[in-house]
């Protein structure tokens, strides 16, 4: 049987503040296989993880990741861990998090988060980190952005990359070959027997997001799905390991 990876959603996110050291950390305390995360770049082009494109829903600030420099975003702090004692959590930059990843053997899902603010140069300077940081085997990059999939393709093929979709792509593995991509990113409920079956002889790993209630998790992973992008990593690894008993 082939084994489903699990990826924590930005970081065990379901116990931890989402796309902070402290989740990632914990995902790989924990088990997980691989983490996501989402990127965007500062005032002063500094790559970092956040997902929204304002500060307000996970910070105590407000405004713009663009309009902050990378100093000015650190003021802010991103929630605080609950474990022994409380700990504060900051928006960390994906320099920080590749220096701590880079001593693990965890995959790395990095998204980009371009497709509502076009960052110019996201896309050289995240591969350009990677290569710095000799992660290329390490890292999958996948956006809604398509044509930054298909930038990125151009920029250095040998990365690999995904497309992140919703619903209702007609053969996705094709048109996914279509901007260099070899992975399917879909919304679950997209995740279906048939696309799975096609994708595996296709030879396109299909890894759904955001995959958080048992029925879904056990359905995916009895069907094989090459992962699954999930908030409650534990979950997730538990129902795997009855499949593996
Ligand atoms: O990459 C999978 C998933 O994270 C995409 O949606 O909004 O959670 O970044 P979102
Ligand atoms: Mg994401």
Redesign the pocket.
């Known amino acids: 049987m082939n084994r489903t990876m699990i990826f924590a959603?930005?970081g065990f996110s379901a116990r931890y503040p989402e796309n902070t050291m402290a989740a990632f950390r914990a995902a790989y305390d924990c088990g997980a296989d691989g983490i996501?995360l989402?990127v965007q770049l500062t005032k002063d082009r500094i790559p970092v993880i956040i997902?929204d494109e304002t500060i307000e829903r996970t910070t105590n600030g407000i405004g713009f990741v663009k309009d902050f420099t990378f100093n000015e975003l650190r003021n802010w702090e991103a929630g605080t861990t609950k474990n022994n004692q409380e700990q504060k959590c900051f928006i960390p930059s994906l320099d920080e998090y590749f220096q701590w990843v880079k001593h693990t053997n965890l995959i790395t899902?990095i998204?980009l988060?371009n497709g509502v603010i076009p960052y110019e140069g996201l896309e050289e300077t995240t591969l350009e980190m990677i290569a710095t940081y000799e992660l290329e085997d390490q890292i999958i990059l996948?956006s809604?952005n398509h044509y930054s999939l298909a930038k990125i393709a151009k920029l250095n093929p040998n990365i690999e990359t995904a497309i992140?979709f919703m619903e209702g792509l007609y053969k996705p593995w094709d048109y996914a070959r279509t901007v260099g991509a070899r992975g399917l990113?879909c919304f679950y409920p997209v995740a279906q027997k048939p696309i799975l079956v096609q994708a595996a002889k296709e030879q396109i790993a299909v890894r759904p997001?955001?995959v958080n209630e048992d029925e879904d998790l056990k359905r995916l992973i009895s069907y094989q799905c090459p992962a699954v992008?999930t908030d409650h990593v534990d979950q997730a690894l538990s129902i795997r390991q009855k499949y593996d008993d």
Request: proline residues 0%; without cysteine.
């Open positions: 959603h930005r996501e989402d997902h899902n998204e988060k996948s809604f992140l990113h997001f955001t992008i």
